[in-house]
């Protein structure tokens, strides 16, 4: 199994930056994809970005391309979203998903992020 923990959300104005952390732990050595996705309020849980553990190849949504970076650190076990250029409509709860050829699909917890107009 994998562990994930996120963290980085908070409360931000529009047009500012934030940078989310997602750690994995347990059974890493056999993930091969890591990603973001977010629930906005009253909406259903959307996809965001995506990262191959291996060779880095990045996918994002439309909505967020070009705004948000997708990135990891290997050695730590650690996958990053950089948020740039927030609007408020990216105001959600924030997940971490891991895939493992052994564990299958692992979600984190959420990290809420608000962003005010």
């Known amino acids: 199994q994998v562990q994930l923990v996120e963290s980085g959300g908070g409360l931000v104005q529009a047009g500012d930056s934030l940078r989310l952390s997602c750690a994995a732990a347990?059974?890493?050595?056999?993930?091969?994809?890591l990603g973001w996705y977010r629930q906005p309020p009253g909406k259903e849980r959307e996809f965001v970005a995506r990262?191959?553990?291996?060779?880095?190849?990045?996918m994002y949504a439309d909505s967020v391309k070009g705004r948000f970076t997708i990135s990891k650190d290997n050695a730590k076990n650690t996958v990053f979203l950089q948020m740039n250029t927030l609007k408020s409509e990216d105001t959600a709860i924030y997940y971490c998903?891991?895939?493992?050829?052994?564990?299958?699909?692992?979600w984190g917890q959420g990290t809420q992020v608000t962003v005010s107009s």
């Open positions: 998903k891991a895939n493992s050829y052994t564990s299958g699909a692992s």
């Open positions: 990262i191959d553990w291996r060779d880095g190849r990045e």
């Open positions: 347990g059974r890493t050595v056999s993930m091969y994809a």
